[in-house]
């Protein structure tokens, strides 16, 4: 057997510097295995999600923060063009022009896919490296924090969640971040039995995630979440997480944090990130978002296929270019000015993309044909 040393959250660590989690029967203390989380296809899953495999809060953080910037304006974009081409789709659609059934379907399919689209994008932005990093700091300026603040403040117990678990995310938009309760008093700590007895009084939901106390003044930190209690009834109910901080000596509660301290915006986050990740709804969500992504799958699809479409005899990127009105063209660099501010990556790749235009591909005869540049 690796030489352990448990940490406070019951993880271990190797000798490597890598954690993993081990289980214990509880009855007769026998190990009934280990498990690294890197092991897991989910973990693997996740990572590409979050990263691409690349790093947190590095280049693949940013890609797929930029990405999803792109994402929101697209779906912004198409939601102005279904409306503003209903009578021109239903014109084609008349005359049996090329393409004019799958555009219709397409657009059919693209507004309520749209929804959900910006519902999954707008939800996933907290978590990114650069927007959901400034998004925090400019709200706990403004007193509008994620996180809401514990009773009796002295340590954190964040830094404790993610060696446990073994991944970077954070542990909560409200928990997370919140101090912990103080121990007071010496002698024999109490058992863990006994800080879950203090939380099922407390009326905390279970199973639980528990912290164990860090130095003399810590606290056994017993966790209804939906971050990481498969089962638990907050998982799909938000509304039902609580942390409770019980002193390691007496076993009485010295400080609890549930969803009704929240803050507001704590409230809005931790509900669209169950929307996010399928769990609000039970079984219906895992249902509807299977839909979904086929429906996602289906506008991927039709989309180049329209482009090709549209394209005809044109050569390279090229295809037939939409005209619009001169004040829907102010409008609309009106409105890429606010989503470029509002998503400083997105803004900032749509300057390099026209610095690229003016400076590259229209002094570049081949170029300027390739991209059917006017």
């Not at 989910?42 to 930029?66: C, P, Q, Y």
């Not at 699809?301 to 004040?327: C, D, E, F, Q, Y």
């Not at 102010?330 to 409105?335: E, H, K, S």
């Amino acid at each position: 057997m690796p030489n352990w040393s448990r940490t406070n959250s019951g993880a271990v660590i190797l000798n490597d510097g890598s954690t993993t989690n081990v289980y214990v029967n509880p009855y007769t203390s026998e190990v009934t295995g280990a498990l690294s989380q890197d092991q897991l296809v989910s973990t693997w899953a996740e990572r590409i999600h979050g990263d691409l495999l690349i790093g947190d809060g590095g280049v693949g953080d940013r890609i797929v923060e930029l990405g999803a910037s792109w994402g929101i304006v697209l779906t912004i974009t198409g939601f102005i063009i279904f409306f503003l081409g209903r009578k021109a789709r239903s014109g084609a659609q008349a005359k049996g022009r090329r393409g004019a059934r799958v555009r219709g379907w397409h657009a059919i399919v693209g507004l309520p896919v749209g929804l959900g689209v910006l519902l999954l994008l707008v939800s996933g932005l907290p978590w990114t490296g650069f927007w959901g990093a400034k998004a925090s700091e400019l709200a706990a300026h403004g007193n509008i924090s994620l996180w809401g603040e514990d009773p009796g403040a002295e340590s954190t117990i964040r830094q404790q969640i993610e060696n446990s678990d073994g991944q970077s995310a954070p542990a909560g938009w409200a928990s997370g971040n919140a101090p912990q309760g103080t121990s007071t008093g010496a002698g024999t700590p109490i058992s863990i039995d006994r800080a879950v007895a203090t939380a099922q009084a407390q009326g905390a939901p279970g199973p639980y995630l528990i912290m164990y106390p860090e130095g003399e003044k810590g606290v056994f930190s017993v966790m209804s979440s939906q971050w990481y209690n498969v089962g638990n009834p907050a998982e799909s109910d938000v509304t039902q997480e609580t942390t409770v901080h019980v002193d390691q000596y007496s076993g009485e509660k010295v400080g609890q944090y549930s969803y009704a301290d929240y803050s507001a915006m704590a409230k809005v986050v931790s509900h669209g990130i169950a929307l996010h990740e399928g769990r609000r709804l039970g079984v219906a969500n895992e249902i509807l978002s299977t839909l979904f992504c086929l429906a996602v799958i289906f506008m991927c699809v039709t989309g180049p296929m329209m482009w090709w479409t549209r394209r005809g005899t044109a050569s390279g990127m090229a295809a037939p270019r939409g005209k619009l009105p001169i004040w829907g063209s102010w409008l609309l660099v009106a409105a890429m000015a606010v989503l470029g501010v509002f998503l400083p990556l997105f803004g900032l790749s749509l300057l390099v993309i026209l610095a690229l235009d003016q400076l590259l591909i229209r002094r570049v005869p081949a170029l300027r044909s390739f991209f059917g540049t006017v």
